[in-house]
């Protein structure tokens, strides 16, 4: 199986940055996406990382070691409507590719 | 608008009835997911389909079974439908099975029970 950590609330100042660790632990490592969710509606997708080293789209970034089992998302520039919760979540192959979440990480943006 | 579509949006239903969730796939996804998500709780997987076939099973209940059809739409099907069981219920699809597939969800299906 899969244990997936990430803190439960983070809160930032609009304009700051703010990082998101994710810590995992799994037998048959296939990818690792992150998802923002907004309370009552659906994941939407941020970003992907199977090979270390960090990728880049826009405002956000994400960060793979999987010699560490460790993650991060950051979020530059913090905007109000990046409150939100963000979701760590990790496929695993041998368990047919199955997708487990972690429990999300709140993030607050304040003016 | 991700593409994936679940029906109903939202039900109301009492102690020990049955529902079916329905969800249609992004048009060319092979694999269907389903996700519980209850107050201020994570995601939970329950149960995946890969062209018409279960493959992976989470902490999925007993009283609930799910299936992929030929037209790869699925249905989720809650029996015995206790209070605990109120929650948010995503439906998630991909292309295939692993890679760099993106996964994209749809908008849920609120399950209230009374």
């Known amino acids: 199986g899969q244990n997936i950590d990430q803190p439960t609330e983070m809160t930032a100042t609009e304009g700051a940055i703010v990082q998101i660790n994710c810590t995992y632990q799994t037998s048959g490592f296939n990818g690792l996406f992150w998802y923002q969710q907004h309370a009552g509606e659906a994941p939407t997708f941020l970003s992907y990382?199977?090979?270390?080293g960090l990728e880049e789209k826009g405002r956000f970034s994400s960060f793979l070691s999987r010699s560490k089992g460790y993650s991060y998302l950051l979020l530059k520039e913090l905007q109000m409507k990046d409150s939100a919760s963000y979701l760590c979540a990790v496929r695993d192959r041998s368990n047919d590719y199955k997708l487990s979440f972690g429990a999300g990480t709140t993030v607050t943006v304040r003016a | 608008d991700s593409g994936v579509t679940q029906t109903p949006k939202h039900l109301i239903t009492a102690t020990g009835q049955r529902v079916t969730l329905r969800c249609s796939p992004r048009?060319?996804?092979?694999?269907v997911y389903w996700y519980q998500q209850s107050l201020d709780q994570g995601l939970q997987f329950l149960i995946q389909?890969?062209?018409?076939?279960?493959?992976a099973k989470g902490n999925i209940l007993e009283r609930f079974s799910a299936q992929q059809f030929p037209d790869l739409h699925s249905e989720l099907n809650l029996s015995s439908l206790e209070l605990g069981d109120s929650a948010l219920y995503f439906c998630?699809?991909?292309?295939?099975?692993?890679?760099?597939?993106?996964?994209?969800f749809g908008e849920g299906s609120w399950l209230t029970v009374v």
């Open positions: 990382n199977v090979l270390d």
């Open positions: 048009s060319g996804d092979l694999s």
């Open positions: 998630a699809s991909s292309l295939t099975l692993g890679g760099e597939d993106t996964i994209y």
């Open positions: 389909y890969y062209n018409g076939e279960e493959r």
